[in-house]
């Protein structure tokens, strides 16, 4: 008999996704408890043919849970995730709470395995796991294979990311001042201060004191830990674009040892979780629309870095669904390998 697991969270955008990755992928949980505030609790859903009533998080949530999915925030994940590891349960937790704890693995299945292999259901020893943010995981699914390949020592990152890292408001926010604009009316702005319909801006993430936004920082952080490699530069700008669910990264990379954009494209070509939609004849490259509510990641314009001699240098273009591989289905894939 499979796993009692838990939802963190679960009336947000991931929360919900949680489920239907869940049923999507046929998870063999043997329970499900649905977790929310005390503003959510008491809501009725019906999932896979049963009826839930969601409950109110509190520190007894956790008894005989065996796996806890967490999307509710970094603060109910830094109070609530040790209590869960403390009764016994394994955390999957998609905030960027404990994500930079050097004890805690940061994880994309198909890229890092090997970081979350020492942790086993049922073992004594629970844990928690950390999810990465979603723009890392959409960028490192293209880069790493590459990077196992021909060693990436510096990479480029320029993100054009959807509203749902914002969260279910910011998407109804865009739609709502989408209808505004056309209508002739001033464009409500209650999540981003400034119009975000036929807009574009630099990430809302707050600006540190090096002038990058924490966003560009957790993929330059994450990057590092994820490939277990301090030395490797990686820079980042990100922008919030006026698209619904799926994210876009142009992603320059280059190389300690020379490859070639044929030997580039048949790596992606091979690579786990990713589809490569590359068609120069037909102008035909990888769209956010395109890969919105799919798993795999779509990874295309690849070509040469002409600034570059020799083959030291490779540009890619990256799209993927930011609330499913990046954030929910790459936590039930952590889920599964605990299984
Ligand atoms: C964003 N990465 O897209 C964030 C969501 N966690 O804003």
């Known amino acids: 008999d499979g796993p009692s697991v838990a939802i963190v969270g679960v009336t947000g955008a991931v929360g919900q996704e949680f489920l239907s990755v869940l049923s999507d992928r046929d998870f063999p949980y043997r329970s499900l408890k649905l977790l929310a505030s005390k503003r959510s609790a008491g809501k ?7 009826d839930y009533t969601v409950e109110e998080l509190t ?16 603060s109910i994940s830094k109070k609530f995730g040790p209590i869960a590891v403390e009764r016994g349960s394994v955390v999957v937790d998609n905030s960027s709470a404990f994500r930079m704890d050097e004890k805690i693995p940061l994880v994309i299945p198909e890229v890092n395995p090997e970081a979350m292999e020492h942790i086993k259901l049922k073992s004594g020893k629970s844990a928690l796991i950390a999810n990465p943010n979603c723009s890392t995981i959409i960028c490192l699914m293209a880069a790493t294979p590459l990077h196992r390949r021909a060693k990436v020592t510096r990479m480029v990152v320029s993100t054009y990311q959807a509203a749902s890292g914002a969260g279910a408001a910011a998407m109804e926010e865009l739609e709502q001042q989408t209808r505004e604009v056309l209508e002739g009316k001033e464009p409500t702005c209650k ?3 400034q119009q975000y319909a036929f807009n574009l801006f630099s990430h809302n993430a707050p ?3 090096n002038g990058y936004n924490e966003e560009e920082m957790k993929l330059v952080k994450e990057t590092r830990k994820i490939w277990n490699d301090m030395n490797v530069k990686v820079t980042a700008t990100c922008i919030r674009v006026p698209v619904m669910r799926a994210h876009a990264e142009s992603v320059n990379l280059q190389f300690e040892n020379p490859l070639d954009e044929d030997t ?3 790596i992606l070509s091979n690579a786990p979780g990713l589809v490569v939609i590359d068609d120069r004849t037909a102008n ?3 769209t956010p629309l395109e890969v919105s509510n799919k798993d795999d990641v779509a990874v295309g314009r690849i070509r ?3 600034s570059q001699d020799g083959n030291y240098g490779l540009e890619i273009f990256v799209c993927g669904d930011q609330i499913r591989k990046g954030a ?9 390998k605990l299984l």
């Open 304 to 306: 040469r870095d002409a």
């Open 264 to 266: 580039a494209r048949e």
């Open 328 to 336: 929910a289905l790459n936590a039930v894939q952590i889920a599964e």
């Open 207 to 209: 600006i540190l004191s």
């Open 59 to 74: 520190e007894n949530s956790f008894e005989n849970v065996d796996i806890a999915l967490f999307s509710a925030g970094g």
């Open 284 to 286: 035909y490259f990888p």
């Open 44 to 50: 009725s859903l019906t999932f896979e043919g049963h």
């Open 191 to 193: 999540i981003f201060k």
